[in-house]
């Protein structure tokens, strides 16, 4: 398996397990001369960290991250930037009991399967705790970014949508909520929403917006690394999404040309932007602005039935700390990734671009 | 822009521009040893080409296509397959109209203002002409999967829904008709829609649904690589491709952990497959099943206002041959970049394969 | 097999056996906007041509290039370049009496080996034809590079040397003679040499020296892809070539460091240059040279023992028009894959270099 | 910066300063099921490790690896394996004097100039100290290519070389005396050469020669990723390397081709091997070797000139604890590369191997 790396020229590549002894990764390419604020990285890890609220998983991780080079006297140096997080809360007994079992919706069959081999703790590398090195990453593409505006918010829970669009939102409320949506009417039913399907023991699906703002002109590379594509390929590498759509997406292919034309201004600007801010993969200096659809968590606190390695089905109960929806805390993680991409797609940009001549 | 390139081991590399003199492509990491069937690599040249039927363009292009290298005696050798397809019909004065005009959701203006240069012959490089190579080699990936059955389908066209799941349909139909419904009464409806909007010169959208059966479970390299992320990556690269989900997608966003779940058969395989045959980024042996959503076709034969590069809104007048609807002719080139995407990760599955040893 | 593909940014992919179709290739990431000169192309495949004169091959192949994409009105657009050389001179029966044989110190036994299928007509895609595609690239690379000067020049054949340092050589003078020497006395030994062991029916190795000049500061990428590392790769991925020093070289191993040490000068170039412009990986604006060793041809026109496929020794009798010396026809590979190489870590210096903010 | 990467399927990522708070990387790639031997991963970067005889520097560093992730149980379990080497010996005031001094013939320089920024403790990035993470891969790769023999050991040191072919030596030998050359009579002169040198406070250069032993047919990937290209620019890249040559290497260059043709022996092997185990840039299952020149370490514990950052030419004296040869500790990097190259090529082999169908 040698997939664990993204990006072209900002370059990400994560390693660690659930329960190993720390999760970590290694940045190459970041650009030199970068003076890091970090606080800004370890806030972005606050975001995304377990107990941070009563509507997530209740476990206690501090996520401090430690740098261990590519930084000298607080600026990056242009070498590759090594990082690494501890694990302080390896319960690992609390497994135990899945050693031998595939749960259903889990990994741990296809891993056991493709690997012959497994380290059962908690999903080891199938868990979302890796996304904590994405998120490292993606806080310090955005200092390299400072001048795009990287926006997401949860859009729905379940069957609660915000009805408004999101040039109607204000994004500074995202934070003035724990679950993440500016739209207080809809957040406050959103989380409601959460409470109630936590006290079932189930868990519940949902859907996070991302809006991406003064993207320059120019970025992406057709024609198979078109910018929505991997944009797209990113989000889908993020644990438990199903689905991702950009500007008209899925409505989009309902509708006539005459009415998803966007017609332009003089000054290149578009009057509508169903394209989303991007024509034949590459930027038009619109928003760009996409759609993640996050599945329910697969472990709910009930009896099922899951499989174990001797082929024999057996009843399980799911325990643990879970999140009852995982779409709070996946949003940290979804500016992240599109912080690498749009990193990544500005250094390619550099090395082709006419103005550097 | 070096983005031309897709795949990891089973690497496939176009070039080419809709009205140059030719398009083409290099095969790299094709097996060596598979006898190949020229007529199936025409055949599905002749699913995408133009002129095929009433509802698609009327341009006549044969689309042809020459081995230069790779293959000896029919069969592969495991050098670099190169291959082109002379354009027999470049109408460019077709075009002399629009070479001072960005053309409304077009890439006429991204692609100018990236490269400083364009070719403004009928979108260049941004047409979907490109996609005829992605054909040629998909055709080849096909032979070498040949265990796997891999049936792409129209499932859309504007509000016209296939109702039924895809369990329920004759795949061997789907070639039956020319909008690609393997659902004669679903079929008829969409037929009948893309000709009115033919007639009002308009253009709609529609999504195509894509199966793949008998797929060897351990497929997918996690944690960035998932399968179902470069799935996601090959679709979002075509023409017009507006979204992507798989499995439950965006449903499966609305729904409970408890009714998500697909359970365990002793044998591994499970009594639903909400998952589309996918976990953690690994195929587990399940049908892979996914939708892809397309705007509708941004040239009208209608009057438009359009950007010239003056900076001076223009009107212009849709002119030329063109799909009021360019479902039926993507059926083939969603089939080919899954077939693409199976063949890479099948290669890389085998380096890794503890059964190899 | 996946590794016909040169480059990071600036991307060579290559196809093509000796007596097929074609041969040809793919430039992808060329900048956009380069007014190209196809005469200058042209000169250099000419100069790589056989039959040029009396002490190389005397097949004849007029190795015109098309180019099918990626120019339009003369230009570079910054979409892929996708260039053809025909093969004209396809004497396949030349080769039928070695259809089963493996010659001694070809590729014939290990690519079938490898590959289980082996196109024999001339050694496939082993034969140094596939350098014809190489110096097309390499051509564009220079123009895009006008600003360095890339000399290459045979600097021993044999026992024969040339005595002088190249800062004594006028490079003007490379192409006054058929061996390509600069130094007149020494290409007069070094031709009558050939002509003697060509008479033999043998063949003999040599030695090119290349001499990269106004090389930026800056460029390479350490640790793993150094610019000496990557121009080590480059040179001995040609055909025939067994070792490359640059600098000092295998010399330096036998120096004292009190003697080997660049002394600067006020303006950061040094007094000597034993360390052939390359610090740490990285350019440092002094002369970059490098020395390539090639062996003799193994085509010998005299008999030989040869094995087949039934695991016989068998005595063949070397037949063909070859080159008793390859070092004349590959200054030109030499200088284009040093072009391929400088043009690559140009776009990577670009992307990276603070003096584009 | 991208470059710390080495490798396509058994990769290894790098990260870490001289002076920083740690080195470290991440294998991603290694297959899944490797029961590791931990020992002889130490004892591997106990051969390279500091102060472990006279005649090498005096620092002191345990360099004692922490494995992060991957391992479960003692074995590779198939996800990226993270590791980290603390620097115990950070003594950053030894370096204050060269703060705003460029050293001659270090990379203080290029450095200072391509990133604008410089950690310039002891050569940070640039030091060799990242070799060791290099052994560490290397380690690992030889427990996975268990079958193979990797054997290198110092074949000079300035002048004094060793007499004999390296098949009349035994390799069991090489860790018999400090400077690891298997020829005691060799070894004796060498050992006294660098005594003395670093009595003058000097350096001297010299030569590492490697052997590879049962390495399968098939291994290397035309025409660009020839296996012996690879492996030269493994070579390359390490720190103070100049020269590369294999097989007959620049001897071969001297050469008639009657002479220089291996002959087969009916079973495929060859009499003799100038080609030195590889034709066509494909292994054919004889041995390969090939020669590695190391320039003297560039630091001489003596007056030298220097330039500052304000370009004035001041005088320094070298000081710290340095290799007066850097040979004896480079044979271990030597092979740790030469294991990476070996493991890569396995698994791409692998892939497109047909004896796995």
Redesign the interface.
Known sequence: ??????G????L?????SH???????I??C???IKLDFEAIQNELDRRKPGQSKIVTQRKEPDTV?????I?EG????????F?IHNTNQKSKDYSHIKDV?R????D???D???????YRGG???SAR?TASRVVAGAIAKQFLSAIKINAFTS?V??IFVEKPYQELDFSKIESNVIRCPDEASANKMIAKVQE?KKQG??????ITCVLQNVA??L???????L???L???M??INAV?????????C?????????????????S?KTN???G???????GMDIYFRV????????I?K????NSS???VEMQGKGRHDPCVVPRAVPIVEAMAALVLADYT??????S?N??
């Open positions: 398996m040698a997939g664990n790396t993204f072209k020229l900002f370059k590549t994560t390693f660690g397990e190993g002894a720390a999760i970590g990764g290694v190459d390419g650009p030199s001369g430690e740098f261990y080079s590519g000298f600026v990056t140096t242009g070498t590759p930037i090594g690494v595939y259903p919706s889990h990994a069959y296809t891993y399967k493709k690997y012959g081999v497994r380290d080891g590398r199938s890796e729905s379940g069957e399907i189930d868990t519940i699906g949902g859907t002109v120019g992406g590379e057709p024609v198979f690394d078109k929505h594509a991997e797209g390929k990113a889908l590498s199903k689905g991702f759509e950009y500007g008209s997406g899925f989009g292919a309902k509708m006539k040309g005459s009415e998803h034309n966007d017609l332009f201004n003089e000054d290149g578009t169903l394209s989303g991007v024509q034949g993969g590459i930027s038009n659809a996050f599945k329910p968590v697969a472990t709910v009930q099922q039935d899951a499989l082929g024999e089905i250094l390619l940009r550099r090395q082709e006419q550097w001549d």
